[in-house]
Nanobody, 126 residues
Framework: QLSVVESGGGLVQPGGSLRLSCAAS????????IAWFRQAPGKEREGVAC????????LYTNSVKGRFTISADNAKTTVYLQMDSLKPEDTAVYYCAAKIYLFSQCPLRGTRYSVWGQGTQVTVSS
């Protein structure tokens, strides 16, 4: 059974950093796209970043470009989201999701992903 599990959320002050992890179970990342989504209270789910098997194929939403970095470990079992220069508006539940890699740019549309984690809370506050 395919699954992903997020970890690494927490409370951080504005300007601080956090690293989220997405551990894959039942599959390896070389055949899957992985994306991070987030949902703040009262707001719609938003695609944050994604990465696929094609080198250099990472994609970021505009609001996190230059601050967040998505990467995978060499064993292709865990994807990370390094979040720097965090802002209060980054506060949300962050979800990891996976879909089969289809030899194209990974999308930031949640409806394209079939495997979802339970989410991890990120709170940016002083």
């Amino acid at each position: 059974q395919l699954s992903v599990v997020e970890s690494g959320g927490g409370l951080v002050q504005p300007g601080g950093s956090l690293r989220l992890s997405c551990a894959a179970s039942g599959f390896t990342l070389d055949r899957y796209d992985i994306a991070w989504f987030r949902q703040a209270p009262g707001k719609e789910r938003e695609g944050v970043a994604c990465t696929g098997s094609t080198p250099g194929s990472s994609l970021y939403t505009n609001s996190v470009k230059g601050r967040f970095t998505i990467s995978a470990d060499n064993a292709k079992t865990t994807v990370y989201l390094q979040m720097d220069s965090l802002k209060p508006e980054d506060t949300a539940v962050y979800y990891c999701a996976a879909k089969i890699y289809l030899f194209s740019q990974c999308p930031l549309r949640g409806t394209r992903y079939s495997v979802w984690g339970q989410g991890t809370q990120v709170t940016v506050s002083s």
